[in-house]
């Protein structure tokens, strides 16, 4: 995700991906959103970014966040604000290199509203909505910009969702796929 120019900052090898802790930049507020690399940052020194990949959020306990307006705010922060920032920042660096690839992960619980996670979907939601309107805004500028939206995945944030499903789960059922029978 280095520039078009990685060929001269490969390692001895011939690999780049031993460049890869050095493509670090900062998504920041100041007079405008702005994409500000860090220190020795390889982007910058191979003359920009090509692609960008968007990846962060947090899924919040449901219960509490549906409950207390502090709680659905710092997700909905997490979720959007800072996700639609960093990408409107990108997409905006990318629109004046005039190219451009920028992924936004965001979750297949933003396509519709679900009672077991609303404050999280809503928050999915506006990325995806705004993933959309921004592509259809830079369509014929040489950017691309497109939303990914998995299923549910078990990873460190899902880990809870897993461990309460797995809770409830009646023992027949793990006694059957012990025994390889499903």
């Not at 944030?157 to 499903?165: G, H």
Request: one cysteine or more.
């Amino acid at each position: 995700v280095a520039s078009g120019q990685a060929e001269r900052a490969q390692a001895g090898d011939g690999e780049v991906r031993d460049l890869t802790p050095n493509l670090n930049v900062t998504i920041a507020w100041g007079n405008g959103w702005r994409v500000l690399p860090s220190n020795g940052c390889l982007p910058t020194r191979l003359g920009g970014l090509d692609a960008a990949l968007v990846a962060h959020g947090m899924l919040g306990d449901n219960d509490k966040s549906a409950r207390d307006a502090a709680r659905a705010e710092q997700v909905l922060h997490t979720n959007f604000v800072s996700a639609g920032a960093a990408s409107v920042a990108l997409a905006t660096l990318f629109e004046g290199r005039g190219s451009g690839v920028l992924v936004v992960i965001t979750s297949v619980a933003g396509d519709r509203g679900r009672g077991s996670n609303a404050v999280y979907g809503a928050s999915k939601a506006g990325v995806i909505s705004l993933v959309q309107t921004t592509a259809y805004s830079l369509s014929g500028t040489g950017v691309r910009i497109n939303a990914v939206c998995p299923g549910l995945i078990e990873t460190g944030m899902t880990k809870p969702v897993f461990d309460r499903a797995k809770e409830r789960r009646p023992k027949q059922l793990l006694v059957k796929k012990q025994k390889n029978e499903f």
